[in-house]
C-alpha cells in the first residue's frame, strides 16, 4: 500500500489510458477516506463533462466545450479551497500542463498519478464495459503512456506516482 501524503489544498491529476482503471481508483479512494470527508463530487470528471453537455459521454465532437467546462470547474473549486481530483486521460503534455499551470495559479500542491497498466488488461477491462471505447484508441494512448512516463519527470510536479494494476493508495492529508 503507498502511503500519500498531501495538503488539503492538492489537485491530484489521474494520467492514463482509457480503461486502465482511472474512474473506479478515484471512486475507490473516495470510499475509503469518507470518514476524512472526502465526498464523490471531489473528482471531476471530463467524460462527466462532456455528458454534462452533450448527453454523451462518449462525444468527441465537443472536446473543446468539454474541457472549457472540466477547467472551469477545477478553477472554481480551487477558488473554495477545495481537494480535487482531476480525472481525465492527461496523456497529452498539454493537457497535463494546463492542469499544471491552472494548480500553479491557485497555489495548490500538485499530485500526478500515472497509471502503467498493460494495454492488454485495459483492452479487456474496456470489453467488459458498456461504453466501448476500442483497441484502437487504448493503442494510441499507449503510445502516448511511454511519452508521458518519459516526460512527466520533468513536468514541475510536487508529486509523482506510478501506479500499477496492484498498487493501493492511501492518502495522508496534512495539517494546514
Ligand atoms: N475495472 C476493474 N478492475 C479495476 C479497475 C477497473 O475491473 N481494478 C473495470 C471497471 O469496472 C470498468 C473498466 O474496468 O468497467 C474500466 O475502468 P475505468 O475505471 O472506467 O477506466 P478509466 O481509466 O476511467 O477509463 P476511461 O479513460 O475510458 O474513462
Ligand atoms: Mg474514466
Given at each position: 500500500c503507498l502511503t500519500v501524503e498531501i495538503p488539503q489544498r492538492t489537485l491530484v491529476v489521474l494520467c492514463g489510458s482509457a480503461g486502465s482503471g482511472k474512474s473506479t481508483f478515484a471512486h475507490n479512494l473516495i470510499a475509503r477516506h469518507k470518514n476524512q470527508g472526502l465526498k464523490p463530487t471531489v473528482i471531476v470528471s471530463s467524460d462527466q463533462?462532456?455528458?454534462?453537455?452533450s448527453d454523451d459521454e462518449a462525444?468527441?465532437?465537443?472536446n473543446r466545450d468539454t474541457f472549457d467546462?472540466?477547467?472551469f470547474i477545477i478553477h472554481k473549486r480551487m477558488f473554495q479551497d477545495r481537494f480535487t481530483i482531476a480525472d481525465s486521460t492527461a496523456l497529452q503534455v498539454e493537457a497535463r500542463q494546463?492542469?499544471?499551470a491552472l494548480a500553479q495559479r491557485?497555489?495548490?500542491h500538485t499530485c500526478l498519478f500515472i497509471f502503467n497498466i498493460p494495454p492488454a488488461l485495459c483492452i479487456q477491462r474496456d470489453q467488459q464495459r458498456q461504453r466501448l471505447?476500442?483497441?484502437?484508441?487504448?493503442?494510441?494512448?499507449?503510445n502516448l503512456l511511454q511519452q508521458a512516463l518519459?516526460?512527466?519527470p520533468k513536468e514541475n510536479w510536487n508529486q509523482l506516482h506510478i501506479l500499477d494494476e496492484h498498487t493501493k493508495?492511501?492518502?495522508?492529508?496534512l495539517p494546514n
Amino acid at each position: 500500500c503507498l502511503t500519500v501524503e498531501i495538503p488539503q489544498r492538492t489537485l491530484v491529476v489521474l494520467c492514463g489510458s482509457a480503461g486502465s482503471g482511472k474512474s473506479t481508483f478515484a471512486h475507490n479512494l473516495i470510499a475509503r477516506h469518507k470518514n476524512q470527508g472526502l465526498k464523490p463530487t471531489v473528482i471531476v470528471s471530463s467524460d462527466q463533462c462532456r455528458a454534462m453537455i452533450s448527453d454523451d459521454e462518449a462525444n468527441q465532437f465537443v472536446n473543446r466545450d468539454t474541457f472549457d467546462l472540466f477547467h472551469f470547474i477545477i478553477h472554481k473549486r480551487m477558488f473554495q479551497d477545495r481537494f480535487t481530483i482531476a480525472d481525465s486521460t492527461a496523456l497529452q503534455v498539454e493537457a497535463r500542463q494546463r492542469l499544471l499551470a491552472l494548480a500553479q495559479r491557485h497555489h495548490y500542491h500538485t499530485c500526478l498519478f500515472i497509471f502503467n497498466i498493460p494495454p492488454a488488461l485495459c483492452i479487456q477491462r474496456d470489453q467488459q464495459r458498456q461504453r466501448l471505447v476500442g483497441e484502437q484508441v487504448i493503442a494510441y494512448h499507449t503510445n502516448l503512456l511511454q511519452q508521458a512516463l518519459l516526460d512527466a519527470p520533468k513536468e514541475n510536479w510536487n508529486q509523482l506516482h506510478i501506479l500499477d494494476e496492484h498498487t493501493k493508495v492511501e492518502l495522508a492529508f496534512l495539517p494546514n
